[in-house]
């Protein structure tokens, strides 16, 4: 699942995402990922998320899928550096991170990195 609240980053997201042969749920805020989440019927084994949203960051967001997806892995992702975040207190140091923009490739070695964990 991608939560992004900038389209045109999900779109290039979710077409990455699919070129690797990936099932992909987009969502363009946390109250739609919500609602995803609690009605879609399959597994969704990984959420990114964008840590910085209008109306809920991903912090938050992901606490909540996690409650009632428990087991969903998490990847955080920003166009800011991961020190800043981290100092910011949005979410800890050592949490799965890829900064915006990133490559296809990036992404999939972050992708499989994170589903191994």
């Known amino acids: ?13 979710k077409s990455i995402l699919e070129e690797l042969n990936y099932t ?6 946390p109250a739609e990922a919500i ?22 960051n991903g912090r938050d967001l992901a606490a909540e ?3 009632g997806r428990p087991g969903i892995k998490v990847l955080f992702m920003s166009g800011y550096t991961a020190d800043v ?7 800890k140091k050592g949490f799965s991170f890829i900064q915006k923009p ?12 994170v589903l191994e964990k």
Not at 41 to 56: A, F, K, Q, R, Y
Not at 85 to 91: E, H, K
Not at 102 to 111: G, H, R, W
Request: glycine share 4%; aromatic share 4%.
């Open 85 to 91: 975040i981290a100092r910011q207190g949005i979410v």
């Open 24 to 29: 992909v749920i987009t969502a363009d805020s």
């Open 1 to 13: 699942m991608i939560v992004e609240d900038e389209p045109a980053i999900v779109e290039i997201t």
């Open 35 to 56: 609602i995803s989440s609690s009605s879609y019927e399959g597994e969704i084994d990984l959420l990114i998320t964008d840590i910085i949203m209008p109306e809920m």
């Open 102 to 113: 990133f490559s296809m490739k990036d992404i999939a070695v972050k992708i499989s990195s």
């Open 65 to 67: 899928i996690s409650a």
